[in-house]
């Protein structure tokens, strides 16, 4: 079975839903499952031809001026990055899976200009949520579940900028933490339940 490789991405966007509104910027990074940066993809986009920006967005983004202008520098039409894009996953070694904080929002960008501009997409139609694995990881409900409530060990110490790549790098490594928490959980819950098992013997 092929490995998976974890690419965390986060995306800029002039407003809450795809074809209404455009994505304006794409940063993804790849991680292995022991946390190794091996791969990043970046580029900014043109806005969609029909769309227009949401107002409480363009207010948000007004008082973002540095990275409002890190979203558009050398903006290329969407048909050529996300081809891009797709040839960049094509080319990771192992199958990617999607990792975004939160999911929800950004794979519902990433998905559609995905089909709309290339016809395929290597994530199928799934996403992994970081809330929803922190969720399983803490034991907490989900709604109390946020960064506040995570250990400070598993945070880097990474800027949040909103410039794309840079989120889609802390959110990785992020990521990264948690998926070696729960490796760490479940083997001393094994080792647990294999010396129950043990004393349990009475051979």
Sequence with gaps: MAKEIYVSTDIESDGPIPAANSMLSLGSAAFTADGELIAT?????LELEGAAGDPKTLAWWAEQPQAWDAARVDARSPSDVMTQYLAWLKDLPGKPVFVAYPAGFDFSFVYWYLIRFTGESPF?????????LAMAVLDLPYRDTSKRAMPRHWF???????IALDDAIEQGRLFCKMLAQLKADSAA????RAEAARSADPT
């Design 41 to 45: 993809f970046s580029a900014n986009l």
């Design 124 to 132: 199928s139609h799934s996403a992994l949520d970081m809330k929803t």
């Design 156 to 162: 880097s110490d990474d800027p949040h900028t909103h």
């Design 189 to 192: 819950l094994k080792q647990f």
